[in-house]
């Protein structure tokens, strides 16, 4: 399965950037959360949402839409009447030197603690943003698909589960000198600053990487950034039983330095040749194995500039409308500031339940500490497009606030490094991602497929009662089937049926309408070995793509310049 190339991406952007403008100014406003449904209004008023931080949207919008916004009655403040007509970006500024500096070099507005929006009048935002300030664009196009699907309430209880013996197994091939090896190579290319020959050197070396591996597919994905292009990295092993479900582990090969050094020296040890270095690890230790589902390894470039290319390759996925049921994205997981290190594992709401799967995978298999927090304000890395996208995904991040002194340094370099706590971490991402994709056991019932599920009323003349229909294709070598069911997507499955189902269909009558299910069934055999899981169902999920459908009219209002 091969996603839309970037080229064809940004040439239908185009088109639809100056198709959807009225050409009148396009302002930046930031829009504010209050309670109750505000995501629904914007949808109905068909703001061209491009960004969700912990307390605010900020969005781009013509005069028309500033009156329909007043007439309904929402809180908005204008940030400028004409940044929407060039490249803006979202900056962190933790202090008031660093603000100062990022207003020396354009125009800049806080619209959070420690977030503010950047543009230039003229030239390359992007490129005029001081050294060593994490910065994200904005998205591509509306995320208001993403801010209508509001996910049921996280789990606040820990995930507990033993350790499976072949996950163990694999994770045990996590080679801690093959890591810092890796690290070492990347190193060894002096700089790997998006825009350098050096750069896109290392990428040819990843590609090289991959392609010894024996991948099902290996190739590179183009993408302008400023005034240059360059390429994201992509290995794929495609699943035995769900080719078109995908999971996704990431870091990004580029690096940066001060501003007199980042052109020849910007060795980016940590940030992030580590997280690059596990990726690379995990396909070499999964390459080996099937898997029920498709696995892509990816290395991101030009994410130092602004998140280029994480953002090009998950708007391409979307638009091609690709099924990535969670993303792993690994930046700066080798430095310990003060052993036992342990891991920040950041996500947003909606993708609450990969950080408790994590969470139970670092302590099996790591083992290694790991800690979640729920911000949607903590945008810059590349797991942030995918939540533009709609797409569940997690960061992994040694620290946060970061404490490592040699941070976007010359001296970010594997010497510094607590190779105990890199490899942990990277058998804690490996364990996760292999618990994900399911590897296929040898003798076991083959996974069941073409599990749906549907809400059915039955009524009499005195009553009524709603339950859950399931149905499922039958396999041959299965002599009955286990039903699984939770109330958050992923976690905490719990067996409803007391004996193997003989059938394909099962009625879960023990539900209520008003709470979110979440299913999945296994095959057993007549031994009583059991299957894998099946793909999750929920009776309310939406196909993004539906959303996507209803919500066309709205899609096509692209900005000029973002």
Wanted: one cysteine or more.
């Amino acid at each position: 399965m091969k996603g839309v190339k970037a080229p064809a991406l940004m040439v239908f952007l185009g088109a639809a950037l100056l198709a959807g403008s009225s050409g009148g100014p396009i302002a930046l406003i930031k829009i504010s959360k209050v309670p109750g449904p505000v995501e629904l209004r914007l949808e109905t008023l068909r703001i061209d949402v491009r960004q969700e931080l912990e307390t605010c949207f900020l969005a781009l919008a013509e005069p028309e839409d500033l009156d329909r916004l007043r007439k309904n009655k929402v809180g908005f403040s204008v940030i400028d009447r004409t940044a929407g007509g060039g490249e803006v970006l979202l900056v962190r500024v933790d202090d008031p030197d660093a603000l100062s500096s990022l207003r020396r070099a354009g125009r800049a507005s806080v619209v959070e603690p420690g977030t503010a929006v950047f543009w230039t009048e003229t030239g390359s935002a992007s490129a005029s943003v001081p050294a060593g300030l994490p910065r994200k664009a904005l998205s591509l196009r509306s995320v208001l698909p993403y801010l209508s699907r509001r996910s049921a309430t996280a789990t606040s209880k820990p995930v507990t589960a033993a350790p499976d013996p072949l996950i163990q197994t694999i994770v045990s091939l996590v080679s801690g000198p093959g890591l810092s090896s890796r690290v070492q190579t990347l190193q060894d290319f002096q700089t790997r600053y998006a825009s350098t020959a050096n750069c896109e050197s290392a990428g040819g070396f990843l590609f090289s990487e991959f392609s010894a591996l024996g991948l099902d597919d290996v190739r590179f994905q183009a993408f302008p950034f400023s005034s240059y292009t360059s390429r994201n990295v992509i290995a794929e092993k495609t699943g035995e039983t769900y080719p078109d479900d995908v999971f996704i582990i990431c870091g990004h090969y580029d690096s940066t330095s001060p501003a007199a050094t980042r052109q020849t020296s910007a060795p980016g040890a940590d940030d992030d040749a580590s997280g690059t270095a596990a990726v690379l690890e995990a396909a070499y230790v999964l390459a080996a194995f099937q898997l029920d589902f498709t696995v892509r390894f990816i290395a991101f470039s030009a994410e130092e500039w602004g998140l280029y290319g994480s953002r090009a390759y998950a708007a391409a996925a979307r638009q091609a409308g690709e099924r990535v049921l969670g993303v792993i994205n690994l930046d700066m997981i080798g430095y310990a500031d003060a052993p036992p290190e342990d891991l920040q594992i950041i996500v947003n709401s909606r993708s609450s339940w990969l950080a408790d799967l994590f969470i139970a995978a670092a302590a099996n298999y790591g083992p290694v500490g790991a800690t979640k927090t729920v911000d949607a304000s903590f945008v810059y890395s590349d797991h942030s497009p995918f939540w533009d996208n709609a797409y569940p995904a997690l960061l992994a991040i040694e620290d946060n606030p970061l404490r490592n002194p040699y941070y976007h340094q010359t001296s970010d370099t594997l010497d510094r490094f607590d190779i105990g706590f890199f490899t942990g971490a990277t058998r804690s991402s490996v364990g996760l991602l292999a618990e994900l994709a399911q590897p296929i056991r040898a003798g076991y019932p083959r996974t069941p497929v073409g599990l749906q599920s549907r809400w059915v009323v039955y009524t009499s003349l005195f009553n009524s009662l709603s339950a859950v229909r399931l149905t499922w294709t039958g396999q041959s070598d299965a002599a009955g089937y286990n039903v699984y069911r939770a109330d958050v997507s992923h976690v905490g499955y719990v067996k409803i049926n007391a004996a193997p189902v003989a059938g394909t269909s099962f009625n879960d009558n023990a539900v209520t309408s008003d709470l979110a299910y979440y299913y999945v069934v296994t095959a057993v055999a007549a031994s009583g070995l059991e299957s894998n899981r099946s793909r999750e169902t929920s009776p309310y999920a939406i196909g993004i793509d539906t959303v996507l459908r209803s919500l066309a009219p709205t899609l096509i209002r692209f900005r000029r310049g973002i």
